[in-house]
Nanobody, 127 residues
Framework: QVQVVESGGGLVQAGGSLRLYCVAS????????MGWFRQAPGKERMFVSA????????TYADSVKGRFTMSRDNAKNTLYLQMNSLKAEDTAVYYC????????????????????WGQGTQVTVSS
């Protein structure tokens, strides 16, 4: 059973930065497509970014392009999300997700394609 655990959330002022972490266990991390999603209060869970197993293909939501950078270290079973120039609208619970399916650039952004989810980490950006 694959488990993913997020950390690194917190409270930050607008314009600041945070780095999220996601550690995976119980499976072969290097075989999984990994994604970040977020859910603001009263809203649906939304795609943020995703990366294929090698890190050679990464996709981002338009709302975070140029501000967020996703990376992974397969040797450490760890996924990262560097978030810069944070805005109040980035406030949400951020979830890490893993998929063992060979997703395309289009399907990596669909939450239902991910089988394994973490419990989420809260990011609050004050304006």
């Amino acid at each position: 059973q694959v488990q993913v655990v997020e950390s690194g959330g917190g409270l930050v002022q607008a314009g600041g930065s945070l780095r999220l972490y996601c550690v995976a266990s119980g499976g072969t991390f290097s075989r999984y497509v990994m994604g970040w999603f977020r859910q603001a209060p009263g809203k649906e869970r939304m795609f943020v970014s995703a990366m294929n197993w090698s890190g050679g293909r990464t996709t981002y939501a338009d709302s975070v392009k140029g501000r967020f950078t996703m990376s992974r270290d397969n040797a450490k079973n760890t996924l990262y999300l560097q978030m810069n120039s944070l805005k109040a609208e980035d406030t949400a619970v951020y979830y890490c997700a893993a998929s063992s399916n060979p997703l395309t650039a289009q399907t990596m952004g669909v939450a239902s394609n991910y089988r394994y989810w973490g419990q989420g980490t809260q990011v609050t950006v004050s304006s």
